[in-house]
């Protein structure tokens, strides 16, 4: 490894307990530095100005500053990629969303047992990777208000369903894309790279935010116009044909692409059950989750659509759905939206 090729972390987090197991989580990763830890935000300002870090991570609930308030005023002065690691309460959960939209880069479960933490070695190095090479949102880019809600349009055939999947990033990307789509619009299914608790306050805030209806999946749940279903997190998310149309299958199963839920698992299931119905959109995110699910789409006679690497936060992703030829249409995040509706008309 070049000397001094590694990246630096920053571990901000009240708990020396939490602290030192995301230290010991990391310190086996031959491209990882724990450069320094930090109880508070003002003991992590004086630290970022003399270590220099790459990358931060952040717990949300801190004495003497909370981690949104400190996120808002890092990102206005001195913009960084921030990983923040959150407790699971619903509280927390909220918060944690309003950190995704204040610039953070993504969001982890704090470790709460000897199993976790194994999980845990993985998945933040894996998005610490991630953040290192994420391209920041400005504060003006995040400011911008979403595509306007589109008007209710000509139906639909009643057998078209829409697929999306997204990781690093996706939380925005996948906002930007539901809130420009009607009411009307065919059943989605959605698998976005997120914690269990997380996944359910993330759908509740889209749903609060789109013209269609959104929820966190339960398993045997109706796929139905006007509702997007999002995997919740931890567990797999199906797509399967039933005489009265199609149904979400949720379960429990091995890790794939390092993934629980994962997108590779729906775009196949996706293929299997719906074939050339289908519509697929495969956004911004860390790592090639999704590329050999959206290849079966395409094989099976879908459209397939990928997010265009300007737009991305992270062009992994789509970049390797592009690179195993499964993708039809390349295109900015903004024009996601009316190419779905268009290629779902077909």
Do not use: W
């Amino acid at each position: 490894m070049i000397p001094g090729s590694r990246i630096k972390v920053l571990i901000v987090d009240d708990s020396a307990i939490v602290r030192k197991v995301l230290t010991e989580a990391l310190s086996a990763e031959a491209d990882i530095e724990v450069v320094g830890t930090a109880p508070d935000p003002y003991v992590a300002r004086d630290k970022i100005l003399s270590l220099q870090p790459d990358v931060l991570t952040l717990d949300i609930e801190m004495p003497r500053m909370d981690g949104v308030t400190f996120l808002k005023k890092l990102m206005h002065h001195h913009p960084m990629p921030v990983i923040v690691i959150s407790s699971l309460g619903a509280a927390s959960s909220r918060a944690a969303l309003d950190a995704l939209d204040a610039g953070a880069i993504d969001v982890l479960a704090k470790p709460g047992g000897p199993q976790s933490v194994g999980d845990l070695r993985l998945s933040l190095a894996s998005k610490i990777r991630a953040a290192k090479v994420a391209r920041l949102r400005t504060p003006a880019a995040r400011a911008a208000a979403p595509p306007a809600r589109m008007p209710v349009g000509q139906p639909f055939p009643a057998s078209a369903v829409i697929a999306i999947g997204a990781s690093t990033g996706g939380t925005e990307a996948i906002l930007n894309v539901l809130v420009g789509l009607p009411e009307n619009c065919p059943g989605i299914v959605v698998t976005q790279h997120i914690p269990a608790v997380f996944s359910r306050s993330f759908a509740n805030r889209l749903n609060e935010l789109c013209a269609i209806r959104v929820r966190e999946a339960e398993d045997g749940d109706k796929v139905e116009a006007g509702l997007a279903l999002v995997a919740p997190g931890n567990f797999h998310m199906l797509l399967k044909r039933s005489p009265t149309g199609y149904r979400v299958e949720i379960k429990d199963g091995p890790m794939v692409c390092y993934q629980r839920p994962a997108v590779d698992v729906l775009f196949h299931s996706v293929a299997l059950a719906a074939g050339s119905n289908a519509t697929g959109a495969i956004l911004t995110g860390m790592g090639s989750d999704g590329a050999l699910g959206m290849l079966a789409m395409k094989k099976a006679g879908a459209r397939t659509i990928a997010q265009d690497e300007a737009s991305c936060v992270v062009f992994g992703m789509p970049k390797e759905a592009i690179r195993h030829g499964a993708v039809d249409r390349v295109l900015p995040l903004s024009a996601i939206p009316d190419a779905i509706l268009a290629e779902s008309r077909r």
